[in-house]
């Protein structure tokens, strides 16, 4: 009885500390673990040069949603481990970007070779919230485009070998890509959408064709009676397994630098060769001549020009935001087009210059920018934004 009486003397001293240790973790942990997400936090403040005021403590843990499409109340930076985890996308993005990225809700549809390097990457970047979906259809792009949802694509990554010329740009631009190609003419034909998607793809010519369908009698049979479901593929590509999973990170970055609102300049889809740039360098000089007797204050030479005119003009005129000429149309579309001084004041440099039509040339002379200012604010705007990227890019 009295060794009876002992041990149940043990279990209770025993199970009063453990109450007591469970409620000391319970309050302590938490406390401990925003500390060092705290020091991380500043850490990574004084990394980045921008410090923190005392009277706005930064921590962790405080993730909240904006949009529909973010997790509420979802505090994933709060774990010492993710935190570690993501300590160098912190570095990068920041820390409130980050808690955007972590409280994002992403779909991936279609987790073949390029899609599941994709989520895998969307995954150890920190988003919160993975839906995967291992099938992918037009009608999908046309869903997310009506319901004003950001989606990206992937067109075509078979048949390449080129990874340098993978690039980003809208569905329009994709001019070199098959896939592409007969995605645009269903998305036109079926939903009326010509647009407005941007895809991941390759300026690189296919280097292969879709491998023949033999059935098991070893002669060709039609794909369409071995669908498992309309629209399935059957028939497949030569790949390069490479290529596929470089589309797929390419697609991770875009998405990661568009949740955290990470401004990215895309490298434009540009079919123009030197001789174009010379030529609009040549008609800038010839246009100086003829407007002020001299050419001293053009300051730029044909690799200048090609920066004007390929980064920040796109290679169209200034008044056109959107691509309306691709492929070869572009290289007709250069011989309407010439540069010339924003503002007649300054010299012809990098952060003076715009891309403009001959009609649009003629107009632009005759107006001052006071007027452009009061009668198109918006184009005013977007001009001037674009010239003082090229005053920062210079450091001019």
């Known amino acids: 009885m009295e060794e009876r009486a002992r041990c149940f003397t043990f ?3 025993g199970a009063l500390l453990g109450s007591v240790s469970t409620f000391l973790l319970l309050k302590l942990l938490p406390r401990r673990i925003a500390n060092h997400c705290d020091k991380k936090a500043l850490q990574m403040n004084d990394i980045n040069g921008k410090g923190l005021a005392s009277e706005t403590p930064t921590n962790c843990s405080a993730v909240t949603g904006s949009g529909n499409s973010k997790l509420a109340g979802v505090d994933l930076l709060n774990d010492e481990i993710v935190c570690e985890q993501l300590t160098r996308n912190i570095q990068f993005f920041g820390l409130e970007p980050q808690q ?10 279609g987790l073949g070779g390029v899609g599941s390097h994709a989520a895998s990457m969307l995954l150890r970047s920190g988003v919160g919230r993975l839906l995967l979906v291992d099938f992918d259809q037009v009608a999908l792009l046309a869903a997310c485009v009506r319901r004003g949802l950001k989606v990206l694509s992937a067109t075509g990554a078979g048949a390449r070998a080129d990874p340098t010329r993978i690039r980003i740009a809208d569905l329009r631009q994709s001019t070199n890509d098959p896939l592409s190609r007969a995605v645009r003419h269903r998305l036109k034909r079926e939903y009326g959408i010509e647009g407005g998607i941007p895809v991941v793809f390759s300026l690189e010519k296919p280097k292969a064709k879709l491998l023949p369908f033999k059935g098991q009698s070893g002669e060709e049979e039609n794909p369409s009676d071995y669908q498992i479901v309309p629209g399935f593929r059957v028939r497949i590509i030569p790949v390069l397994g490479t290529i596929p999973a470089i589309f797929g990170q390419v697609m991770a970055s875009y998405v990661l630098t568009q949740l955290a609102e ?13 001789d174009h740039y010379r030529m609009l360098h040549q008609r800038l000089i010839e246009h100086e001549e003829s407007l002020y007797g001299t050419a001293l204050h053009v300051q730029v030479d044909v690799e200048e020009v090609m920066y004007v005119a390929k980064e920040l003009w796109h290679g169209r005129s200034a008044r056109e935001p959107i691509a309306k000429d691709v492929g070869r149309s572009m290289w007709r579309s250069v011989n309407e087009l010439m540069l010339l001084r924003w503002d007649r004041e300054k010299p012809a440099s990098v952060s003076n210059l715009i891309l403009l039509k001959f009609k649009e040339a003629d107009e632009h002379e005759s107006r001052t ?28």
Not at 262 to 274: F, K, Y
């Open 100 to 109: 955007k990225v972590t409280a994002s809700y992403v779909v991936v549809i």
């Open 262 to 274: 990470l401004q990215v300049q895309l490298e434009p889809v540009i079919n123009l060769d030197i």
């Open 369 to 396: 920018l006071e007027d452009i200012k009061e009668e198109e604010p918006e184009f005013f705007v977007r001009v001037t934004s674009v010239l003082k990227r090229a005053e920062l890019e210079f450091g001019l």
């Open 11 to 13: 279990l209770g001293v």
